[in-house]
């Protein structure tokens, strides 16, 4: 061949081929993309927040803005604390609230008096955001900002002089403090405050006060790594989800329109065909309130509540931001420490070994033939390389071959977001007897997408992109076994005086006793509520792991009489049974027109020898209805009553949970329970449960 023709013959075969196949066949991105920053924020799926102030010393939500900062004074106060807490939950980075809604400042702003510079902490000498800055860089954790837009202690609050003080103290905080990867500017904007004494109601247009192109520009210019939260305002990089309760929609779009008012809904699904990138943060407390509360002591959050939060957030396309409070002492509560901690270990544990790493991947389609975007590509470890299909391909499929059967329950799937996020919705299949048969059917992927479902046992999983907005880029696939989270099953009796036993995770099996012994996988296995009969019962359960053969802790519950023959007397409302179901989550209240003493009057159906009584007030956040101060009677004919005790349930404000009253054995057929007084001083009146004691 001579060398022209040669030469002929390449440039008309061999190149093309070579830059179809090539990286010049690389996709080309589709809609919106993140921008390098947002791609890095994505990365750390879960960092902290930490809320402490003036008004973790008034035990409230907000501070008014008059709070004295002489009730602000941490002695313990360590930050190294509280990075250390993050760093072993696995957290990657944490945002202190430096101001918070009361504009007491967290550093000494030159711009105010309100601030550490005057409470009895260090005698005025100390500065906890530099303190936290500098301990988030001995344990390498990146370091975020929440500045309150909203200052109630501000005179100049609602008019034009706020915006320079606001930017002033913005400066300060993007100046001193080294990087900042993230800052945080609320959407509670504008109402009562103290605002330099005149205590009034101040409205503010979120929109327009701020100032927010001029406020962004100020912020990337000061740290041009940083991302912008913003709930309020004009659109930032990152979204809020529309809820605090620590979850985002199934089906999630990172994107939002650059204008234009979003409903909450759309906050928590993305705007699938939205012309910006604006992913979701899921932010949520470890215990129902974002400042220390004493009466929360008893409510943080449980590792499997935790675990549904992860699985609902960063499992959701979204990144998870969870807060802790600090206590007036200036450290994190160890029950908080504790969760976080048992948290990490319960993500470890699931994700530990990757079942896809030694499989083996086909596909139906793979971009230009070309060995760059073959389906090995999402078994690889690096995330920059992924499956592509062709242009003209929106839905495929990619087999993994396990090479012999083996059992999962977690599926993890990410798309090439630096492309843009495009899957509208996939499938996962697992082999069975020769024949595919559907694990799940989902819609949106994004950064990543964790699936859970019962064990499925088989020795090829079949993934399909059903629909795309363009061909699918699949970055990264992991399959798990996940073992089962074995916490101590809750047990509850309901008015039938059946008994209903919750495992943490669906797949667990329980084995029970009803005479006292500690249960074993030779007792008694859970499979519908037991019947006990009425009478008083103690039960024990445990949660058993029949892959691992681990079992959870016990579960010890005692339950006095049942109420299968109760009645509240004297009201026609039926829901008030939810007094007697046994359910801690349902409550009841008195009428609004009843005024203290307000009675509950139950017949027991029968004579019972009484030797006390329980109550369990509203375990709402915002319950009020509390008793405080109540009186006991008991009758035998509903007619002639015999008080048996009265008095106070003296912490009730701070540990709203299970109150227990004895007395001397007296027997009677109803009982009534009288509110003189609640935590309000008004007349509300609520219950969840009460019950009695018997002899
Ligand atoms: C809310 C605030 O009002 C809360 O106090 C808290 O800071 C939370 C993270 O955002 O909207």
Redesign the pocket.
């Known amino acids: 061949m001579s060398k022209t023709k040669f030469l002929i013959l390449f440039v008309v075969f061999i190149v093309p081929r070579m830059i179809v196949c090539g990286q010049s066949n690389r996709p080309a991105a589709y809609g919106p993309v993140p921008s390098a920053n947002q791609l890095r924020w994505q990365q750390m799926e879960y960092y902290a927040?930490i809320?402490f102030s003036v008004n973790t010393y008034t035990d409230i939500?907000?501070g008014f803005g008059n709070e004295d900062p002489e009730i602000f004074n941490p002695a313990e106060l360590d930050c190294m604390q509280w990075a250390r807490i993050c760093k072993e939950a696995g957290m990657k980075g944490v945002i202190l609230?430096a101001k918070?809604?009361s504009g007491f400042c967290l550093w000494p702003s030159a711009y105010t008096d309100y601030s550490v510079k005057n409470c009895p902490w260090k005698n005025g000498k100390g500065d906890i955001v530099r303190d936290m800055s500098e301990a988030c860089k001995v344990y390498g954790l990146k370091f975020g900002i929440?500045l309150?837009p909203w200052d109630r202690n501000s005179a100049d609050y609602g008019k034009p002089e706020y915006i320079t003080y606001f930017r002033n103290q913005l400066r300060e905080l993007l100046t001193n403090y080294g990087d900042i990867f993230e800052i945080?500017f609320?959407?509670?904007n504008g109402g009562s405050g103290y605002y330099g004494g005149v205590n009034e109601t101040r409205k503010i247009d979120a929109k327009t006060y701020y100032d927010w192109p001029n406020t962004y520009k100020l912020v990337r210019e000061l740290q041009p790594n940083i991302v912008i939260w913003n709930?309020g305002g004009d659109r930032a990089d990152l979204r809020w989800v529309g809820t605090?309760s620590g979850y985002v929609g199934e089906t999630n779009w990172s994107f939002l329109n650059k204008t234009g008012d979003v409903p909450e809904n759309m906050l928590r699904y993305g705007v699938e065909n939205g012309d910006t990138w604006v992913p979701g943060e899921v932010?949520t407390?470890i215990r129902p309130e974002?400042?220390y509360h004493p009466k929360e002591d008893g409510k943080v959050k449980t590792l499997p509540g935790l675990m549904n939060i992860y699985y609902n957030s960063v499992g959701r396309n979204a990144t998870l931001l969870l807060?802790f409070p600090v206590m007036p002492n200036g450290l994190i509560n160890e029950k908080d420490e504790r969760a976080a901690l048992d948290f990490a270990k319960a993500r470890k544990e699931a994700f530990a070994v990757d079942l896809a790493k030694n499989a083996t991947a086909t596909a139906s389609n793979v971009r230009g033939n070309s060995a760059s975007y073959n389906p090995e590509k999402v078994l690889d470890p690096n995330n920059e390389s992924y499956w592509a299909t062709d242009d003209t391909v929106k839905s495929a499929s990619l087999t993994i071959d396990f090479g012999r059967p083996v059992s999962f329950n977690r599926f993890l799937v990410q798309e090439y977001i630096t492309l843009g996020q495009r899957v509208q919705s996939f499938t996962i299949e697992a082999m069975a007897n020769g024949e595919w048969k559907t694990i799940d059917k989902q819609t949106t992927i994004g950064y990543k997408r964790i699936l859970r479902f019962a064990t499925v046992r088989s020795n090829k999983l079949r993934f399909t992109v059903t629909a795309a907005k363009a061909c699918p880029l699949i970055s990264n696939i992991e399959v798990f076994n996940a073992p089962q989270i074995l916490t101590a099953p809750v047990i509850t009796r309901k008015q039938s005086g059946d008994v209903v036993i919750t495992p943490a995770d669906p797949e667990s099996v329980i084995f029970y006793t009803l005479d006292g012994s500690t249960p074993t996988t030779q007792s008694k296995k859970y499979e519908a509520p037991v019947e006990t009969g009425d009478g008083k019962i103690t039960i024990n359960a445990i949660a058993w792991d029949a892959v691992t053969k681990k079992s959870s802790s016990v579960t010890s519950e005692k339950f006095d009489i049942a109420k299968k023959e109760w009645r509240i007397l004297g009201l026609e409302d039926s829901t008030a049974s939810r007094i007697l179901d046994g359910q801690a989550s349902t409550q009841w209240y008195q009428k609004d027109n009843a005024t203290m003493p307000v009675d509950l009057v139950i017949d027991l159906g029968k004579t019972e020898k009484l030797n006390g009584f329980r109550y369990l007030p509203d375990q709402n956040w915002w319950a009020g209805g509390i008793i405080t101060n109540y009186a006991f009677y008991v009758s035998n004919d509903n007619v002639q009553w015999q008080l048996v005790d009265s008095g106070e349930f003296s912490n009730i404000k701070n540990n709203p949970l299970w109150q227990t009253i004895t007395f001397m054995a007296v027997s009677a057929r109803f009982i009534k329970l009288r509110a003189l007084n609640n935590t309000q001083n008004n007349n509300a009146v609520g219950y969840a449960e009460v019950e009695v004691l018997t002899e």
């Open positions: 927040f809320h939500s907000w609230t918070h809604h929440y309150s945080w609320d959407g509670a709930d605090e932010n407390s974002w400042f807060n």
